[in-house]
């Protein structure tokens, strides 16, 4: 898409002048004066609590990640320190006076001492060939390497060097001079020479958000520091084309196998790519009408549950922090009102985009970019359809059905295929238990052992003890839509020890509930036990489970237990706090299984 439109029209011929700054230095008093009360004091209050000084980054809080697959250790020092760099520039601006600038040169100082702008757990580039990390325990300042966070500082640093400009400059101009060399050395001149970082697409074709998302705040940096119009070309051509590269893995429906919570990374990351070159090119460079652009960026219309629920396949979480400014903005360049609307849900206040990994140019676009008011418009009924990533989505009477197919080594995979979330009346009743906080284990070979990644906590069964494996080759197959829901073969998602012969599941809404069937062929016989994984304790009598708002019917013959499942990852608990419960149904052995499963609302009390 990018590459065909540059050999068409080159990048040097759509740059006619310098970008200037989108946002309004410390000095236009009018800009920063006019933004709301609220958020003034909300920021006000972010600059108080960041009272502590700058922490150390220590070389052992760095090897903390090999040493006990901690990120914590590491990250909550690192990225304090760029939450307190923009927390003082904002008080600056905010308030017109400077009284904590010498937190803005302290913070800039000290992170451009820094020996890397990489955090641990993302200090190797993982290509063919590549260290790991037991090899290179601690970064190289002579061979920077740029991950997410190396790309977002250099962003940070460049929007708090335009902001604060003068400001700085009279105490000396020194210090934004050290800051463009770091700038230009860890992050532009590796970015135009080196052709071996993986999420460039060169030397692995399997890429995810990091593409977009450092792309985003390379183009930022450009417009930020752009010094000539050279190289201002031969960054945002370089910048298009792997752009593109990501584009191709991305399937035309826009799904994002990486699920709703990786949006803002993803999708906003792009709407941030499309958003600056339409804004450096002065308009000769749009995209918006692009049909798999509309699609990429409209994804969290087809994954919207109620009460800012949204099905949460993959590692993500089920009520995420969507950025609903960049929502918002997306909703108004494509003509969705739908999407305005749903970003105007999900604004939440200025602190909030420095909440997780601060995100500054996301935090001034959320100020210098108003919620529109709307008239209020009911979003349409869900009957959503996505074939490439097979998902489908599915409302009726109060329900909504969530069923993927798709395979086992999606990005950010767990072993979820022909499993399925049920919400009811906008509570959350069979679930997905989502996404926890991140360790050396997430990403490793040891992955899998993971109660939230493994099949054996998703509603799927378990085939004489065996459950769904990791990969690609383990897919659903023959997936078809049904007018009220999903069908699928499930038989190729187990290994060669279950022994299946064919595993038919079909899940639909219909006669006000939940039917879930199931046709399993084993060429020897062996007992299933169904999973399904509850939010509210279940009460088993008289043939059926009791789970808050819903009941489900048992089929005769079959034994059934609970398992309480206590929530203690703090990410987990911010989605379900308590317990979760596993209810399991298990069928004596049997070479032909047939499990029809009912799920209704619960008509009274056990």
């Not at 230095?25 to 009360?37: C, S, T, Y």
């Not at 339409?278 to 652009?293: A, H, L, N, P, S």
């Not at 989505?393 to 329900?399: L, Y």
Request: net charge neutral.
């Amino acid at each position: 898409m990018f590459t065909a439109f540059l050999d068409q029209n080159p990048m040097q011929g759509l740059l006619t002048r310098l970008p200037r700054c989108p946002f309004p230095a410390m000095e236009d008093r009018a800009a920063w004066e006019a933004l709301p009360e609220a958020d003034k004091a909300d920021l006000l209050a972010l600059a108080e609590g960041c009272g502590a000084p700058y922490p150390l980054l220590r070389a052992t809080d760095f090897l903390a990640f090999i040493r006990s697959g901690s990120r914590t250790v590491y990250e909550q020092p690192y990225f304090y320190r760029r939450r307190k760099l923009i927390a003082s520039a904002l008080h600056c601006c905010l308030t017109g006076r400077t009284e904590r600038l010498d937190d803005v040169i302290d913070g800039l100082w000290c992170i451009c001492e820094e020996s890397s702008w990489v955090i641990s757990a993302h200090n190797i580039n993982p290509v063919p060939g590549g260290l790991s990390p037991g090899e290179k325990p601690l970064p190289d300042p002579e061979d920077p390497y740029i991950d997410l966070f190396a790309a977002q500082t250099g962003m940070i640093l460049a929007c708090v060097c335009a902001l604060l400009a003068k400001p700085l400059d009279r105490e000396t101009p020194m210090l934004r001079r050290r800051v463009e060399r770091e700038i230009r050395r860890r992050i532009t001149e590796p970015f135009l020479s080196r052709e071996d970082y993986w999420w460039m697409g060169v030397l692995r074709k399997d890429l995810c958000n990091w593409t977009p998302w450092i792309l985003s705040n390379i183009l930022c940096i450009a417009e930020l520091q752009a010094g000539n119009l050279p190289e201002l070309a031969v960054v945002c051509d370089r910048a298009c084309r792997i752009l593109d590269r990501w584009l191709a893995v991305l399937p035309a429906d826009g799904g994002c196998d990486e699920g709703t919570a990786y949006y803002n990374m993803a999708g906003g990351a792009l709407l941030d790519c499309l958003e600056l070159l339409e804004r450096i090119t002065d308009g000769r460079m749009v995209f918006w009408q692009e049909e798999k652009i509309r699609n990429i960026l409209a994804f969290p219309l087809a994954t919207r549950l109620e009460g800012g629920w949204f099905v949460n396949f993959a590692d993500c979480d089920a009520r995420p922090q969507l950025c609903g400014e960049r929502l918002q903005l997306a909703g108004k360049k494509l003509g969705m009102p739908a999407l305005t609307a749903l970003g105007l849900a999900h604004r939440g206040t200025p602190s909030e985009q420095l909440a997780d990994v601060p995100h500054f140019s996301r935090l001034l676009n959320r100020l210098f970019h108003p919620a529109a008011q709307l008239p209020a418009a009911p979003f349409p009924r869900r009957d959503v359809w996505l074939g490439d990533l097979q998902l489908r989505v599915f409302e009726q009477d109060g329900m909504i059905l969530c069923a993927k197919g798709g395979h086992n080594g999606e990005s950010h995979n767990h072993n979820d295929v022909g499993s399925f979330i049920l919400q009811v009346d906008g509570q959350p009743a069979v679930v997905d238990a989502g996404n926890m906080v991140y360790t050396a284990k997430t990403f490793s070979h040891e992955r899998y052992t993971l109660m939230n990644t493994r099949a054996a906590y998703h509603n799927l069964p378990l085939i004489g003890g065996e459950e769904q494996q990791p990969g690609s080759r383990f897919a659903a197959r023959d997936v078809q839509r049904l007018a009220d829901g999903l069908s699928l073969e499930l038989s190729r998602t187990y290994s060669e020890a279950a022994g299946l012969c064919s595993f038919r599941r079909s899940m639909r809404l219909q006669g006000g509930g939940m039917e879930l069937r199931d046709s399993i062929s084993l060429a020897a016989a062996k007992p299933v036990t169904w999973v399904f994984m509850l939010r509210e304790k279940p009460v088993i009598r008289e043939g059926r489970a009791v789970s808050g708002c819903i009941e489900l019917a048992l089929p005769a013959g079959l034994t059934a237990r609970t398992e309480e499942i206590p929530v203690t990852d703090s990410r987990m608990a911010k989605n379900f706090p308590g317990s979760l419960w596993r209810l399991l149904v298990t069928a004596a052995p049997a070479e032909v299984h047939e499990g029809c499963f009912r799920i209704r609302r619960a008509t009274g009390t056990l």
